[in-house]
């Protein structure tokens, strides 16, 4: 078997999120994968308790663990 | 682009990042999902250090006709830039960052290519990651999805095309890559996507120290990294064969243009409703060209009223006139044949005559095809001569591959010329599957028996079988002439000695060819939960329609049908028993086919057509 690594869900949520998720069940799936300077810069998509469909970003160490979480902010923030 | 365009679920509703880069800047491409009328899909650059959005998120669009969703982009180039629209065939764009808001991205090149049977077992390859290049490939990781609506199973795979135009897949691993899911299958009620019971999809990938780095989402609910050797990726993979290539730049001279179409073939009009549906899908195609007119001329010497009411748009004639007038104004002319079955002997060699006395006309034009055509078995005797008049064209698109095999292997044509796409029908019957249906079925079973090739004794266990079933049944004209062997006619043959009781419970279902609109053409079928035809396009509609299916394999074009919708098929002689066994195994066409086959329909006349 291939060396792998399943993510905790619970720490890829934005602490500024951590809220509106509540302590119900978070989805985290369908990650993309690209080489940073120094680490790994890394997207996925999470549904919380309110069921909106977001996206996240954060960077992960060599050991694939995360680093630091950084909202990819939604609607108020991206400028359509 | 201001905030106003968009509806509220486009700016906020976020699936299936993906991260890349393209001259050094990083990027963020993610799609809204699945919504009425189509969905949107947007990239934006990041800032490297911060991770935050650097400007306007850019909506990307694709040029010509669009798909109401549209997901799976994934883009590679050092520059120009390109970006995977589909894997099979293998589509490319072409695409550049200038400008400041929408992003319209150019079909560039066509690649069609056999997988070498992995479609059959695991569904097409759809996109995943963003191609990751090493050495003179690019290393593609995506996915598929086979199996029956409520235990769709996702298969994780790999393909590699060439880093050069045309971009040609080279090798593809034939079977599911080896990606753990410790979760196992998710059949829970609340999961997210109900049609689904396993999700493996990678959405990641990265080339470093000899090992591949996957990210996968896992059953909608959990994300996993896994790292991969090399070896173990290339061992999988399998040389691909029998591509060929189609450039759209080549059609880019003929945009904003105006373009004649001279509709060969002299039987329009005649009577067969699937002589009707096929103009329909050519014109339905022609209409989704952007920037060229087409002005339509067709011929008939049969019902022309009947045909002025259902296509307008078109203008229609006794004989067709020559090109002179197109000539003298410098308007491009095409000879096109759409549709029907111009390769064959089943029905006599009127056809074969027809050629002969039509190629010195034909070959007065700009441009002669033929697009979605069908090819017969049955013209072997004859290979040499239709192998001549098939090397009058420039292009050939079939209506499937049995067709394409025998143009290219009985008649001796390049692969470069030939295409094999789906039947013009296709194009058409998806336009009228949600809308109007009878929602209360009339007959329980209607047959569609053309006895062109069928003997006395198929006709007698035809008749064998309506006679013993419980329940009315709508013996349905594909055909609507009352000539020998057609429908009205081996009706009226079987009905003469009936009694009164079962002569009522053997329906004539005629529909009102002469002055009804498509929709009336399709009614008849459209009636029963049940159709057995030995008609192509009483197939076809029926599977549009969602009625359960089953095949009469009258001529060699019916079997290869029955494959593509993966419906029962039976051979004469035919008998109670072998219907019987038809009825019972009659079955529901997955709309997935069918959707497949009209992507095919259109890109097989653009095949012929650009």
């Known amino acids: 078997m291939n060396k792998h690594i399943v993510l905790n869900n619970l720490e890829f949520v934005p602490a500024n999120w951590k809220e509106c998720f509540g302590s119900g069940k978070v989805y985290m799936f369908n990650p993309s994968i690209i080489k940073g300077e120094?680490?790994?810069?890394?997207?996925?998509?999470?549904?919380?308790?309110?069921?909106?469909?977001?996206?996240?970003?954060?960077?992960?160490?060599?050991?694939?663990?995360?680093?630091?979480?950084?909202?990819?902010?939604?609607?108020?923030?991206?400028n359509f | 682009m201001n905030n106003n365009s968009f509806s509220e679920r486009a700016m906020s509703w976020f699936a299936d990042p993906r991260l890349f880069r393209l001259a050094g800047r990083l990027f963020v491409y993610w799609n809204s999902g699945w919504h009425e009328p189509f969905n949107h899909q947007f990239i934006v650059e990041l800032d490297e250090s911060t991770l935050k959005p650097i400007g306007r998120a850019r909506e990307i669009v694709l040029e010509g006709e669009r798909r109401s969703i549209e997901k799976n982009w994934t883009f590679f180039g050092d520059g120009p830039f390109y970006a995977i629209y589909s894997i099979e065939p293998h589509c490319v764009m072409e695409f550049s960052f200038e400008g400041e808001n929408e992003i319209t991205f150019h079909p560039t090149v066509v690649v069609n290519w056999n997988n070498n049977g992995r479609s059959a077992s695991y569904g097409d390859l759809r996109g995943g990651a963003i191609p990751q290049r090493l050495g003179n490939y690019y290393y593609n990781f995506c996915h598929?999805?086979?199996?029956?609506?409520?235990?769709?199973?996702?298969?994780?795979?790999?393909?590699?095309?060439?880093?050069?135009?045309?971009?040609?897949?080279?090798?593809?691993?034939?079977?599911?890559?080896?990606?753990?899911?410790?979760?196992?299958?998710?059949?829970?009620?609340?999961?997210?996507?109900?049609?689904?019971?396993?999700?493996?999809?990678?959405?990641?990938?990265?080339?470093?120290?000899?090992?591949?780095?996957?990210?996968?989402?896992?059953?909608?609910?959990?994300?996993?990294?896994?790292?991969?050797?090399?070896?173990?990726?290339?061992?999988?993979?399998?040389?691909?064969?029998?591509?060929?290539?189609?450039?759209?730049?080549e059609v880019a001279v003929m945009k904003n243009t105006t373009r004649s179409v001279y509709v060969g073939f002299d039987f329009w009009g005649h009577g067969n409703i699937g002589d009707d549906l096929m103009i329909a899908g050519f014109q339905k195609a022609l209409s989704s060209y952007q920037g060229v007119q087409f002005k339509t001329h067709i011929a008939t010497s049969y019902f022309m009223e009947s045909q002025k009411i259902r296509f307008p748009n078109i203008s229609w004639y006794r004989e067709l006139p020559d090109n002179s007038q197109d000539k003298a104004a410098g308007i491009h002319s095409t000879w096109v044949g759409p549709g029907a079955t111009p390769f064959q002997l089943t029905c006599g060699d009127y056809v074969?005559?027809?050629?002969?006395?039509?190629?010195?006309?034909?070959?007065?034009?700009?441009?002669?095809?033929?697009?979605?055509?069908?090819?017969?078995?049955?013209?072997?005797?004859?290979?040499?001569?239709?192998?001549?008049?098939?090397?009058?064209?420039?292009?050939?698109?079939?209506?499937?591959?049995?067709?394409?095999?025998?143009?290219?292997?009985?008649?001796?044509?390049?692969?470069?010329?030939?295409?094999?796409?789906?039947?013009?029908?296709?194009?058409?019957?998806?336009?009228?599957?949600?809308?109007?249906?009878?929602?209360?079925?009339?007959?329980?079973?209607?047959?569609?028996?053309?006895?062109?090739?069928?003997?006395?004794?198929?006709?007698?266990?035809?008749?064998?079988?309506?006679?013993?079933?419980?329940?009315?049944?709508?013996?349905?004209?594909?055909?609507?002439?009352?000539?020998?062997?057609?429908?009205?006619?081996?009706?009226?043959?079987?009905?003469?000695?009936?009694?009164?009781?079962?002569?009522?419970k053997l329906v004539l279902s005629v529909p009102d060819y002469m002055n009804g609109d498509l929709r009336a053409l399709l009614s008849p079928i459209?009636?029963?939960?049940?159709?057995?035809?030995?008609?192509?396009?009483?197939?076809?509609?029926?599977?549009?329609?969602?009625?359960?299916?089953?095949?009469?394999?009258?001529?060699?074009?019916?079997?290869?049908?029955?494959?593509?919708?993966?419906?029962?098929?039976?051979?004469?002689?035919?008998?109670?028993?072998?219907?019987e066994a038809m009825q019972k195994e009659a079955c529901v066409v997955s709309r997935n086919i069918l959707i497949k086959a009209k992507a095919k329909a259109l890109e097989a006349v653009r095949f012929g057509m650009d």
């Not at chain 2, 880093?163 to 829970?188: E, I, R, T």
């Not at chain 2, 033929?370 to 290979?383: R, S, T």
């Not at chain 2, 329609?545 to 089953?550: D, I, L, Q, R, T």
């Not at chain 2, 095949?551 to 098929?569: D, F, G, M, N, W």
């Open chain 2, 526 to 579: 459209d009636d029963c939960s049940t159709i057995i035809s030995s008609r192509y396009h009483g197939l076809l509609i029926a599977a549009w329609m969602g009625c359960k299916v089953a095949a009469i394999a009258r001529s060699s074009k019916i079997p290869p049908l029955a494959k593509e919708l993966q419906i029962p098929v039976c051979y004469p002689p035919l008998t109670v028993r072998k219907l």
């Open chain 2, 352 to 504: 074969l005559k027809y050629w002969l006395e039509q190629l010195p006309f034909i070959k007065t034009f700009d441009r002669k095809c033929l697009v979605n055509v069908g090819a017969e078995q049955e013209i072997e005797p004859e290979k040499e001569r239709f192998s001549l008049i098939a090397n009058s064209f420039d292009k050939i698109s079939t209506r499937d591959q049995h067709s394409a095999d025998i143009l290219t292997k009985m008649l001796g044509l390049p692969g470069s010329k030939v295409y094999s796409g789906s039947d013009l029908a296709n194009i058409i019957l998806a336009d009228y599957v949600d809308k109007n249906r009878s929602s209360k079925k009339k007959f329980n079973l209607g047959v569609i028996i053309a006895g062109d090739t069928l003997s006395d004794e198929d006709i007698a266990g035809v008749k064998d079988f309506l006679v013993t079933r419980w329940r009315p049944t709508a013996f349905i004209a594909g055909d609507m002439r009352e000539i020998e062997r057609h429908e009205c006619y081996i009706y009226k043959q079987m009905i003469a000695d009936l009694g009164w009781w079962t002569k009522r």
């Open chain 1, 38 to 78: 120094e680490d790994w810069i890394f997207a996925y998509r999470m549904i919380g308790l309110d069921g909106l469909r977001r996206i996240a970003l954060s960077r992960l160490d060599s050991d694939y663990k995360i680093k630091k979480k950084r909202l990819f902010r939604s609607v108020m923030s991206l």
């Open chain 2, 144 to 249: 598929s999805v086979y199996g029956v609506p409520g235990s769709y199973m996702y298969a994780p795979a790999v393909y590699r095309f060439e880093a050069d135009y045309p971009f040609g897949p080279k090798d593809v691993s034939l079977k599911p890559l080896n990606l753990v899911n410790p979760f196992g299958f998710n059949d829970s009620p609340d999961r997210l996507n109900p049609a689904v019971t396993q999700v493996l999809y990678p959405c990641g990938a990265v080339f470093k120290d000899d090992k591949w780095i996957i990210s996968y989402g896992v059953n909608d609910e959990y994300s996993i990294i896994t790292e991969i050797s090399e070896s173990e990726v290339d061992a999988v993979l399998s040389p691909v064969s029998d591509s060929n290539v189609q450039d759209y730049k």
